[in-house]
DNA sequence: GGGGCCAATGTAAACGTTTTCATGGCGGAA
DNA sequence: TTCCGCCATGAAAACGTTTACATTGGCCCC
């Protein structure tokens, strides 16, 4: 391997000349330096980033935990997530798919000591969890969670209020059998846009709800979507907790030879790239995953750069609902 | 930040001890180690990476060198290589996004001297490319990627013979007037599809051929299938070189009324999850992409392992056709 | 012409860990 | 009882880099 002993010797320098030279920029004559430049060039000379980790107490990476890794909203995430670390000169870890709580802890330990912060995005954090498995030296932000844990700040998307709007939204184009397909119920962000529905429906005369379960996978809104075929009597819309899962729904719908939105209304949650193209186009309620995730980003660059400014602060970022043709509306192409 | 020697004080013993007894096991009397276990948990201790990395010259660290993060198919394959990269102990680094050659060389010098090894997945990869930016004691597998590079093994899926058997396949069903949507040029599984395509209908008596540009988005694939249905003569059967954009294209279709399969056979390539839940569901090229990431990675385990075993072998994972209702057959449910 | 100052470069310590080698103590065998 | 050997533990070096501090040399100003 080569060292910045091998450039120094090569350039004829001293060890401190050539990290000066390659780093801070000060205090090395042009000459000198294009000397050392070349001479790392020939070698091809890349600075080994745990010894400069060690000295400099940074590692210029910061570590996502993340639930799982299918469908688009997380590579929407991740895509927000690494455009702004690289604007920021960071690296990104990602570390994804923990079964239950001891995974995730496992996962958040092997993280200390590689990384200068932490985006944490799992349904395993639990108030006392991150007492005890994180370091109370790195700062982290936490995505999408319940908890308001100890010293850590909160971005959130406002589940609720995009879950209200849109329900009000399918009371207003009339519906008022609604059924309900929902996330999984560990997930804080499934249960609060159950809550948001439950919520909005609840009290309202004439109107009934009934509930599915889910998992956020196109295969669960599928079988839910058949269940509600195969029920006695059949919803006017449905509503289900994210995308992937209404596109399975709507699948059984089409399969079914079932109208949506004629028969049926439908609409998901997330907006994902994919929803605009469905058939019919799909009603959502959007969330700027790519933008949740550069805002998760910049506030954990902040907490890094002033600890001090430590607050558990909340963020929440709004949602607004976007209607296409599968609730019934007109066809609208807008947006498109 | 507590190290070890805060551990050693607080279980009154060496640096040396703490260090066996949290790590190899070998070599302390059960007493020692819970006594260790105890103050390290006490103290919330978690080892440094980069000292560790240091001297022990090994980072567990993977990194991938994506184009971009569009789509369920990186997703996808994000999720087959962590899983595996998990299975391993070895933590992944991402980097995505790089516009142009200069960006995939920063990004790739960025990335040396932080990793053991380099999953490279660049249309800008290409000869020369490596020798320049690359260091010699780096391992690294080339995923996708046209360049017989150095020493570097290569993993591709085998998109000339998916293309084949595909547009053998929508000749075999009678369609005569082909059309192709085009990947982004600078891919290489983008001109392998094509050529594959190309090769297939070439010479073909009553069989014409024409191809639109498209850049494996959604919306590239509406603009073409608009474009199709705007044409003077309308194709039989269209065929996308990714399932993206065949399902921008079906959208173009449905939007405007036309029957798929009934006036247009559609194809797409790839599979991704959310294929078989279109309407109609997609035919396509089921390439199964998270074990890909999975191949790819253990491929660079085994170069990590053993560096000397550096051949610049081309694996090949096979493609298959998946027929489902949109190419004209009888709608196929199997396989949801 | 000499002294002082500043810019360029060198020397060496420090970062936290692993690991090799040394050391001490204890048990068993003679 | 004595000696040998082994096992648990400790001391210290090494990893590659940055950076505070030391040193050199040249220039300007008096």
Redesign the interface.
């Known amino acids: 391997?080569v060292t910045i002993k091998d450039v120094a010797r090569e350039a004829r320098v001293s060890v401190a000349t050539v990290s000066r030279a390659l780093n801070g920029g000060a205090r090395v004559t042009p000459e000198t330096r294009t000397r050392i430049e070349r001479a790392a060039a020939r070698l091809?000379y890349?600075?080994?980033?745990?010894?400069?980790?060690?000295v400099t107490?940074r590692?210029q990476?910061i570590g996502a935990l993340l639930p799982d890794?299918?469908?688009?909203f997380?590579?929407?995430l991740?895509?927000g997530i690494?455009?702004a670390a690289?604007a920021h000169g960071l690296?990104?870890?990602?570390?994804?798919?923990h079964g239950d709580a001891g995974e995730t802890a496992a996962a958040l330990?092997?993280?200390?000591?590689?990384v200068d912060g932490l985006l944490i995005m799992s349904p395993h954090v639990e108030p006392g969890f991150l007492r005890k498995h994180l370091?109370?030296?790195l700062p982290a932000v936490l995505v999408g969670s319940a908890s308001r844990e100890r010293r850590c700040p909160r971005i959130n998307t406002d589940d609720y209020g995009g879950a209200c709007a849109m329900t009000g939204h399918l009371l207003a184009k009339g519906h008022r059998a609604l059924a309900f397909i929902e996330g999984p119920a560990a997930n804080f962000d499934a249960r609060e846009r159950r809550r948001g529905f439950a919520e909005t429906v609840a009290g309202r005369r004439g109107v009934t709800a009934s509930y599915l379960q889910g998992d956020y996978s196109?295969e669960s809104g599928?079988r839910a979507g058949r269940a509600l075929l195969a029920a006695r009597k059949r919803p006017d819309a449905v509503f289900a907790a994210n995308d992937?899962m209404a596109?399975?729904c709507?699948?059984a719908f089409?399969?079914a030879g079932v109208n949506v939105p004629g028969e049926i209304a439908l609409a998901g949650f997330d907006d994902i790239?994919?929803a605009?193209?469905?058939?019919?186009?799909l009603t959502t309620v959007r969330v700027r995953i790519a933008e949740l995730g550069h805002a998760a980003l910049e506030r954990l660059v902040g907490q890094i750069a002033t600890p001090e400014t430590t607050a558990a602060d909340l963020t929440t970022v709004p949602c607004e609902v976007v209607v296409r043709a599968s609730c019934g509306a007109r066809t609208d192409?807008a947006g498109?």
């Open positions: 391997m091809r890349v600075p080994l980033g745990a010894a400069r980790s060690l107490r590692t990476a890794l299918f469908g688009e997380f590579s929407e991740i895509r690494d455009l690289r690296h990104l870890l990602v570390s994804s798919s330990r092997a993280m200390q000591g590689r370091s109370d030296s196109e599928f992937m596109i399975g709507l699948s089409n399969e790239p994919m605009r193209y469905m058939h019919p186009p192409t498109r």
